[in-house]
């Protein structure tokens, strides 16, 4: 499975951005996706998941905010993030998993997001 993300750049604080993952590969036994971030100087970060049938789960920080989908058909997955604040500022990544295994097994490269005071 590949992962390619896309759409991160620069906006204002409370602008908004939409990232997009494109999925290729087998996905066929891939559960779930999500979305990590990685601050400067900070350890990486859970920011939305959502699974094949379309349950989600967010971060507390990003809740109200941020709304995460996929389109199974397209195997594309998206984070509609609003109401940008300068500490989303980060390096977005997009994963997926596998049925029946707990850790994340693909990775993209990431997408940057900054947001200006």
């Known amino acids: 499975v590949q992962l390619q993300a896309s759409g991160g750049g620069l906006v204002q604080a409370g602008g908004s951005l939409r990232l997009s993952c494109a999925a290729s590969?087998?996905?066929?036994?891939?559960?779930?996706m999500g979305w990590y971030r990685q601050a400067p100087g900070k350890q990486r970060e859970l920011v939305a998941t959502i699974t094949k049938s379309g349950a989600t789960n967010y971060a507390d920080s990003v809740k109200g905010r941020f709304t995460i989908s996929r389109d199974n058909a397209k195997v594309m997955m998206y984070l509609q993030m609003n109401s940008l604040k300068p500490e989303d500022t980060a390096v977005y990544y997009c994963a997926a998993r596998r049925l029946g295994v707990q850790n994340w097994d693909y990775w993209g490269p990431g997408t940057l997001v900054t947001v200006s005071q």
């Open positions: 590969g087998s996905m066929f036994n891939i559960y779930a």
